[in-house]
């Protein structure tokens, strides 16, 4: 008999509400990430996923439910003990947010620079070692976010998440805007880090050839809530008619063989 092994849990979500004002954007969300699995969480544009992600990482606060990231009850956390916690996730947002006055390699290694005194030298050579995995050249690493392109500000954003490998990452649309061929770069990132390092992923996606590619599990949100919840092959064969529309254009043959 196959021996059953537990997963320690990364984020637990339980229960969770959001709204603004009048408009209830989330509704009893419950999920939880367990120790080396890579989550995709898909949905309509709209839908509330980078509202979860930023309740999660405290940008917003719920009205009600838990958040636990490894074990640790988030919601109404001081912000010291939350700083430490947020200091072992490696996020990017929807929209880069990039220091615009930082040079690109002074992006990349900011989280570690703070925490380990690094001198100019070693810098560049830390945030070079995890650009190259990028398909981005060094000599983007002296300029600023603003002097290159939306794609490789994108990869810059990803970059500064993973620098320090840290164990929980969490990408919101991290391939979005990006070509095919560094689309799948960033997939085969996120599955190595998760792979590799033993390291736990969630990551919000529209693109869905990525789903099937990264993901153990995946999340739809719809109607304020999780309407569906299994594995790329599950989806297949689904009868849920919005995972339907959202498969549509996929051939699962390429990924599934
Ligand atoms: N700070 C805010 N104040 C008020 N409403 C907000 C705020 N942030 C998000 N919303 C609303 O919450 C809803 C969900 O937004 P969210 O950004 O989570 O969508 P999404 O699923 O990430 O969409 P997309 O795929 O386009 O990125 C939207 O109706 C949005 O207008
Ligand atoms: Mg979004």
């Not at 000599?139 to 970059?159: F, H, N, T, W």
């Amino acid at each position: 008999m196959k021996k059953k092994v537990y997963r320690k849990s990364i984020i637990k979500v339980s229960d969770l509400y959001k709204s603004f004002n009048n408009n209830i954007v989330l509704k009893n969300i419950n999920f939880e990430l367990l120790e080396g699995e890579s989550l995709a969480i898909i949905g309509e544009s709209g839908s509330g996923k980078s509202v979860l992600l930023k309740n999660i990482i405290g940008l917003l606060k719920p009205d009600r439910g838990s958040i636990k990231i490894d074990n640790t009850e988030m919601v109404n956390l001081q912000r010291n003990s939350k700083e430490e916690i947020l200091l072992r996730l490696g996020i990017t947002f929807q929209h880069g947010a990039l220091f615009d006055s930082l040079k690109n390699w002074e992006n990349i290694i900011f989280k570690i620079a703070n925490q380990d005194k690094m001198n100019k030298k070693e810098g560049k050579k830390l945030a070079f070692a995890i650009i190259k995995q990028l398909g981005l050249k060094p000599e983007i690493l002296d300029l600023y976010p603003s002097e290159i392109s939306g794609g490789m500000q994108k990869r810059v954003a990803i970059a500064r998440a993973i620098c320090g490998n840290p164990k929980i990452l969490l990408f919101d649309e991290p391939t979005s805007g990006l070509d095919p061929v560094t689309g799948s770069l960033i997939d085969k990132l996120i599955k190595t880090a998760v792979k590799t390092i033993g390291g736990s992923a969630i990551t919000i996606t529209h693109d869905m050839a990525s789903v099937c590619r990264i993901a153990d599990k995946v999340i739809l949100i719809d109607k304020q809530t999780i309407s569906w919840s299994g594995t790329p092959r599950e989806m297949f064969v689904s009868e849920n008619t919005k995972i339907q529309e959202f498969i549509k254009p996929i051939n699962s043959e390429i990924f599934f063989k």
